[in-house]
């Protein structure tokens, strides 16, 4: 059974710092891996989905990077701002299908 | 393009009763999945439809099911609440959802469930 996990926890940094957030996963068999963000009582968004294939993908000031032999994806955050305060999330698919294992996720707080 | 939308925002049951949530993906989605979400377990998967046909079920009991309409819109039911029911139930649709897929998923905002 996969198994997410996410750390630290909690993070807080002050505005400006560049930053990495971690995800480990103990079954390297998936298809892909998505990132979401999540807002205090609202949904997830999508951030980022790296297919098994690659090795990293792009969107602006993120980054997320995948290595799946190591069980392992971390995600960059550039020049930090304090609208990227929220909790952010990895998960897992095993075959691309829907039925995704979410991490605990990391909650970021950036000072201004 | 309208996001995913679900209905009610918030709901307060009573042990005992059922409960219906509703769930409009984004237009043009065919695949709609189920989410529940509680401080102690997380996120987890409860269902995925695709064309009105349930594709993968998670680990919780049947009081828990769902169905998807032609048009993909898409409910789940919870009979016989217990406290413990109480979460933020989430919705995502996706364009696609087999095997094979890399469709991103889009999340609605969620509704949560007090269970008293």
């Known amino acids: 059974k996969q198994e997410v996990t996410q750390i630290p926890a909690a993070l807080s940094v002050p505005e400006g710092e560049n930053l990495v957030l971690n995800c480990s996963f103990t079954?390297?068999?998936?298809?892909?891996l998505q990132w979401f963000r999540q807002d205090p009582g609202k949904g997830l968004t999508s951030l980022l989905l790296i297919q098994s294939s690659q090795r990293e993908q792009t969107s602006g000031r993120l980054n997320a990077s995948l290595d799946k032999s190591s069980g392992r994806s971390t995600l960059y955050i550039a020049a930090s701002q304090p609208g990227d305060s929220a909790t952010y999330l990895c998960a897992t698919s095993r075959t691309g299908r829907r039925a995704l294992t979410f991490g605990s996720g990391t909650r970021l707080q950036v000072q201004p | 393009k309208a996001g995913v939308t679900q209905t009610p925002r918030y709901l307060i049951k009573t042990r005992g009763q059922q409960v219906t949530l509703s769930c409009s993906p984004i237009s043009g989605h065919r695949s709609v999945s189920w989410y529940q979400q509680t401080p102690g377990q997380g996120l987890q998967f409860l269902f995925e439809?695709?064309?009105?046909?349930?594709?993968n079920k998670g680990n919780f009991p049947g009081r828990f099911s769902g169905r998807q309409f032609s048009n993909s819109r898409s409910e789940m039911n919870v009979s016989t609440l217990e406290l413990g029911d109480s979460a933020l139930y989430l919705c995502a649709s996706s364009l696609e959802g087999g095997f094979g897929s890399n469709s991103p998923l889009h999340f609605g905002n969620g509704t949560r469930l007090t269970v008293t």
């Open positions: 439809y695709f064309s009105e046909t349930q594709r």
């Open positions: 079954d390297s068999a998936i298809y892909n």
